[in-house]
């Protein structure tokens, strides 16, 4: 995709970022376009509907004033890089970790990040519940993000362990979280959180339902959080 059609759509969304970020969008779309054909990184083949549906929605919450120029986040179950790696290129004073168990999905993070010279991003191949008993990771960032990854009692508990006391849980949800809420609320509780009102966002064009569910680290994680690897999802909290 041309760079001045991504410059466009930045602007149409009123996204404030790094002056070379559509450049590097337009390498990241072009990459995932190529890489996805072998790995199956999204199941989005539409240029225009990845632009929009990957790329805005990953940055269009940066207007709600909860994610910092500077500090550190981790994007945990990264994937293709959604939110993590595109609010790297749009941050540059942001020190982003890219987590994910799949080691193909970081070789392809690692990839773009070469081809676009990003200096402010790790990579980190574990599953979510193994990082976060690691000491160098545990409560040890001021956001811990997700999207697209689990309902919000799972992601509390991927989440909350990461973020540091006064920090920020944010999960990327759409229509389904109004159904979440309360076990949601429940299971950040029990984790040291405390859930906040959702906040809405929109991406000029489309007709989606998408909010920002921040989550507020109150308190120290208790040290039985998160549970083994699989146990999150099979025996979730809140419920």
């Known amino acids: 995709m041309e760079e001045k059609i991504i410059r466009e759509h930045l602007e149409k969304n009123a996204v404030a970022a ?10 990241y779309l072009d990459m995932l376009q190529d890489w996805n054909s ?6 989005v083949t539409d240029e225009d509907e990845m632009l929009d549906r990957h790329f805005l929605d990953s940055l269009c919450p940066l207007k709600t ?18 939110p993590g790696l595109v609010l790297a290129l749009a941050r540059p004073g942001l020190q ?18 070469d081809a676009v010279k990003a200096g402010n991003v790790t ?13 160098e990771l545990r409560e040890k960032f001021d956001i811990a ?11 509390c508990e991927y989440l909350l362990p990461y973020v540091r006391v006064g920090g920020y849980a944010l999960c990327w949800k759409g229509p389904g979280l109004r159904d979440e809420l309360e076990s949601g609320r429940r299971a950040s509780f029990l984790l040291g959180g405390q859930t906040q009102d959702p906040v ?20 120290p994680t208790p040290k039985a959080y998160p549970r083994k690897a699989g146990t999150p999802k099979q025996k979730p909290l809140g419920l």
């Open 18 to 27: 790094d002056p070379t970020l559509a450049r590097k969008l337009a390498v």
């Open 38 to 43: 072998r790995i199956d990184l999204t199941a």
């Open 65 to 82: 004033g909860l994610i910092p120029e500077e500090g550190n986040l981790i994007d945990v179950g990264t994937g293709a890089g959604f």
């Open 96 to 113: 982003v970790t890219l987590l994910d168990a799949q080691r193909k999905r970081l070789d392809f993070l690692e990839a773009v990040c």
């Open 123 to 135: 990579t980190i191949h574990l599953r979510a519940e193994d990082g976060a008993r690691r000491p």
């Open 145 to 155: 993000a997700a999207r697209a990854v689990a309902p919000a009692n799972i992601l």
């Open 200 to 219: 809405p966002y929109a991406i000029e064009g489309r007709n989606w339902e998408h909010r920002l569910l921040p989550v507020r680290k109150e308190r």
